[in-house]
């Protein structure tokens, strides 16, 4: 079983867009994919159209593997089921904090409930908390979503130094540039410094600004589902190939 979180520290990167494609992506490759959404917002599950259930709360997601097993519902996509959040994960922290080893609890969490699954994907809430901690040392990929302004190169940095400081691998950041508008300077030469800057962190792919991914919310489906020859449509796809090719940092 492979995990992969989608994760910034920073909110309105497209966070969740492209857990829902990436999501999709893995299943229409032939894997069996549990999307799992960490965020009590739960727009994963809006996405993909299905409800959460109100017993899953924070103690039953981390400690009762039958509870948290029932919890997860099929999509309308063979072999992609997901996990939907409800406003109780907003409790995460508060109860993790509380348990002894604290920052293994997530990865035993998945490992129980989810090893009939090849991938699992989880979207992330944006913050530095107990629970990211636990995203970060879980996860065998962290692809983050970074629009190219000044505020999330920032965030970035940010994370990147969060990672230094505690002596976490750097080589499961798979940063790409999201939201990305061609026609603006600051966008063009902010990609340029922090590919400059972060040779190895950044995969080649880079998803537009694009109408077609902000319809996901009117058509609750996957870009692919009904925009199939779109540039938005092709930019996760090639996120996809870039991420099962292994392209990236090396350390």
Request: positive net charge; hydrophobic residues 40%; proline residues 4%.
């Amino acid at each position: 079983m492979k995990i992969i979180a989608c994760y910034s520290n920073k909110g309105g990167v497209g966070k969740t867009a492209t857990s829902v494609n990436l999501a999709h992506a893995y299943a229409q490759a032939g894997k069996q994919v549990l999307l799992c959404d960490l965020d009590p917002q739960g727009a994963s599950g809006f996405y993909f159209r299905v409800k959460p259930s109100k017993k899953l709360t924070d103690a039953r997601f981390f400690e009762d593997v039958e509870r948290f097993t029932k919890a997860i519902r099929a999509s309308d996509f063979e072999g992609l089921d997901v996990l939907p959040a409800n406003l109780t994960f907003r409790d995460f922290d508060v109860f993790l904090s509380r348990m002894r080893n604290k920052r293994s609890r997530l990865k035993k969490a998945l490992v129980s409930a989810g090893s009939d699954y090849d991938v699992v994907l989880l979207d992330c809430p944006p913050n530095f908390s107990t629970l990211s901690e636990n995203i970060f040392k879980a996860a065998d990929e962290i692809v983050v979503p970074v629009i190219p302004t000044t505020l999330s190169e920032r965030t970035f940095d940010q994370l990147v130094r969060f990672f230094d400081e505690h002596k976490l691998r750097k080589k499961k950041l798979r940063a790409f540039f999201s939201m990305v508008q061609k026609r603006k300077v600051l966008h063009q030469e902010t990609m340029a410094s922090m590919r400059k800057l972060y040779p190895k962190r950044f995969l080649q792919t880079a998803v537009p600004f694009a109408a077609d991914i902000e319809k996901m919310g009117q058509h609750r489906a996957p870009v692919s589902t009904y925009a199939g020859r779109s540039a938005a449509c092709v930019a996760y796809r090639a996120l996809f190939d870039e991420l099962e090719d292994g392209v990236g940092s090396t350390q």
